[in-house]
């Protein structure tokens, strides 16, 4: 579904990821872990062309996206949902779900991914109508989740969606995560809450200060000593 | 180099005025004075117009307020009224600055406004004026005004050449209030704030005041010019002042010339002027607007910098290239024993954005020797905290007591005098000044002023103290990642500060670069600043602090020494999840 | 009686600016272009509709045939010069600026700067108004006003409920976002330029039918315009409108209890203060 391959990013001069190499299997829920500023979110905003200073590959699906404009790389079946959540503030929670389904595939049958969603999110169903900045903190999580399944992705890119949550919120974010997981959607998840994200996918990389320290089977990462020295410095 | 300079601008005006009391010896046809007379009504508006807009960053479309105000005074009181010319002059710029400081006032007060709004503002007040100046029949009220003929001293020949002469004082004044602006604190003030407004205010600069004063000076520049102007144009309409060319002629003229520096004015209004000259010889009048509208939108396109800065970095500087020997003595003589007592104090501390609380009744006490870390998961408020304690956000409940002194709601520049420094996530230096200058910067407005030359030697010696030493006359721009972040690092140190606060200033470098940025925390740390470092990589952490405070959504979870905080279970479980104890 | 009749008659004019404004505040808000030359535009359509009209004797409102095309294209590929040219909010405003001083000086270079004005033969809008109980107006004002409240409407209705109307929501909010939902910016961009171009040649149509022409009437618009489309909030199409409106009818009020020319004093000084109580607009709620 998603190959990487020695890729490299910078902020201007200052580079952010050093060759990295990373995998993602069709259906398989993979996660990304690391301290923060490790480069975590970079990368997939590389992935997804919201970064341009980018070298190396990266293949959806057959097709290398380096270099192609952000709003034709969603076109290869890829939907964000994007650290700090972003939803649009000043639209309605409808709205911002039919922005999701912008492109031409998407919209066709956008009532019917709609209402699944809203099965997926309750919550969201009673506040169709509200404008997304009234929205708790995760509402508007799963909001931007939502949007980004309104896309019909392939593969679903998420950051941090843990991020200022409060626990019992977190697991009932998860909850929906490993249900779209089940549907057979790819997961690329960044994340910084270690164990949750392990308990998710099957297989994990540890970045660390913008290169891939580590990576192998979920279990073998919890148990590893490396995970914790990556994490915690 | 300030006495320099006004003796050179006193020698121009003095060798051109030469032009009209020597005119008959030299043969100058009296039809070329009344085009230099043209040519130095523009010098004056084009430099009161780059006083605020140019040095400041912030654009007028209000030039022709300032022209009308001016013109108007000196057409009703003198003309009308037959008061004393010269006293006319005087009102003329009394009632310009009370407009400009009505304006200020207003406008600099917003903390939303921005530079577009700003500019629409400006734009609006010459209409009003305008549309005053119509209807009241005691100011003009449609008819328009003849202005006659003030008596002047026969020795100086013809009215043209008293026009010529007087209209050459104004314009030599503006330029040389221009030229001392530039080269004085004010001028850097400006300077900081069109590079980097919240930075300059950060730093303690008093942004308000100084915006207020180019403002003021810019208007009472006008105001002159205007008043003079009555007389060269004889017959005061509203539409002769008040109209729209004047903005547009000013902004080109700026924008061509260059507008950073006081001589762009000067020179794009001699070549506007003569460029005008000259199509209205080949009879293109017409053409005029077309051509200095294009001018205007390929200098933005092409050449947003101006001419004069253009021609200038074409030669090699040689201007402040000698390095000066940096002065070490009041960087070392700070190397204090331990302190103990309380530099910090918060309590209660709340910020609420909308529904989201940043931070939520945080209570903390720095001790004035310590270098605390602090750390916590992303949201959990770290930035947020620094930009409370640094008086960038007010707090929605709560106090912060810093020195003593009771800082909550004071405006940052006035924080920044009581002793705390900070640096940015992104680094943003003043992009238009050297490294040694964005460094002396610091200390001419920061906790214990200095002169400039003063200041440069200081900054020397705050750059040696993070290794950029050998990099003072390089511009922001050539400097790497990391020396960026070591030149914020020491441009907060020029304000000797009491509290540095480092917000993530290791971010993005090389494990090299880190262990480098590492020492030069520790080297300040050792200088006596207390230093309150918000770093994401625990083993520097680990390194640098003495005590780590952790946050986590807004509040305090764990506080203590490091090795005790980082492997506090709590914490542990933060970071990395919440079955991570096991 | 005679202060409702101006009061509502300045409602309608109100109208006409709220038509010229509303491409001002889209482009403005959504593209972050502030283009003054729009006023250029206005005005060269205006100019268009009283050329084609008198010389074709073309029914002045069938102009439109020709200038809204030609607006289209020129507003589109105006915003497709801007976004390759990497133009920021503040230098569009002053490069647009410029562009505005040439379009005027041309259009008074090819038309003079005299009044004009199409005849009465070519068009027999100027002259007819239609009577309300006793109160009379001029077909020309109450045209310009459905027009605006049509065209504002339809434009709401096609921001809240098409894709393509929530994708320009959306980037206004998110650009980032946005683009990686699909939204083509360099599209986007020129298809809204393209489409404030279309309202350009409609409001100068509008203005045509019923004022003398001057190239100068652009700078008059100018402050009015600008008004309107911060008193309405950046952005805000249904703002916009009431704002149009509103400074419509307190210019109405105005030049009857004082007198013309103090409309402008009273409205710019409206202005500077809702710019300083409210700067986001008064009809915008507060964020959140």
Known sequence: ?233 | MMARGLVGIGLAVAALSTLSLYRETLGFPIAYLALLTTALFWVTQATSWNILSGYSGYFSFGQAAYVGVGAYTTAVLFGRHEWNFYLTVLIAAGLCAVLALGMGLLAFRLRSLRGEIFALLTLAVPFILAALARINGSIDGGQGIIVAIPDFPAALGRFQDFLYLITLLVAGIAVAVAFVMAHSRSGWALASIRDAEDVAEALGVATFRHKLWALVASAVIGGVGGSVFALQIGFVTVDSVFSLTVPLFVIVMSVLGGRTHWFGPVLGAVLVVLLQDRLSAMALLGWQPVILGAVLIVMILVAPEGLYVRVRNLWPRSRGSKTPPADLSEVDEQLSVVDDSVLVECRDLSKHFGGVRAVEGLSLQIRAGELVGLVGPNGSGKTTLVNLLAGSLRPTRGSIHIAGRDTTGLPPHRIAHVGVARTYQIPRPFASMTVRDNVAMAVLFGREPRRLAHARRLAAGHLAMVGLDHLGDAYPSALNLHQRQLLEMARALATSPKLLLLDEALAGLNPAEIDNAVEVVRRIHASGVCVVIVEHLLRVVRALATRVVVLDRGSCLADGDPETVLSDPAVVRAYLGKRAHA | MITIQSALTGLLLGGLYALMAAGVSVTWGVLRIINLAHFGMILISAYLTFQLASDWGLDPILTLAVTVPAMFVAGGALQWAYDRLGISELNSLLASFGLLIVIVQLVSNVWSADFQRMSAAVNPYATASVGIGRLVFPVTTLLAFLVAVAFIAAAELVLRRTFAGRALRAFAEDRTIASAFGIDHRRLGIVLGGLSGATAAVAGMLFALANALTPATAFEWFGIVFAVVILGGIGHLTGTLAAGLLVGALSGVVSVLLSPAAAPFVLFTAIVLALLLRPRGLFVRAAQ
């Open chain 1, 1 to 233: 579904m998603l190959e990487i391959g020695e890729l490299s990013a910078w902020y201007g001069d200052a580079r952010a990821l050093w060759d990295v190499t990373l995998e993602v299997g069709a259906g398989e829920a993979v996660c990304l872990i690391g301290p923060n500023g490790a480069g975590k979110s970079t990368l997939v905003a590389s992935v997804a062309g919201l970064h341009a200073s980018v070298r190396g590959s990266v293949v959806i699906d057959g097709v290398d996206v380096v270099g192609l404009p952000a709003h034709r790389i969603g076109g290869q079946g890829v939907a964000i949902v994007p650290e700090g959540r972003r939803v649009f503030p000043h639209m309605s929670v409808h709205d911002n779900l039919c922005l999701g389904a912008y492109r031409r595939t998407a919209r066709a049958r956008h009532r019917q991914t709609m209402a699944e969603v809203f099965e997926l999110f309750p919550r969201l169903s009673a506040r169709s109508a509200q404008l997304a900045g009234s929205l708790s903190g995760g509402e508007q999580q799963m909001l931007a989740i939502g949007r980004a399944l309104m896309a019909l992705p392939r593969l679903l890119l998420l950051d941090e969606p843990s991020l200022g949550l409060a626990p019992v919120v977190v697991d009932e974010v998860y909850e929906a995560l490993g249900e779209i997981n089940g549907r057979g959607v790819s997961v690329l998840l960044v994340e910084q809450d270690v164990d949750r994200a392990l308990e998710l996918s099957a297989r994990g990389y540890v970045l660390a200060e913008g290169r891939m320290v580590a990576s192998g089977p979920a279990e073998r990462l919890r148990a590893s000593d490396e995970v914790r020295r990556g994490v915690l410095g």
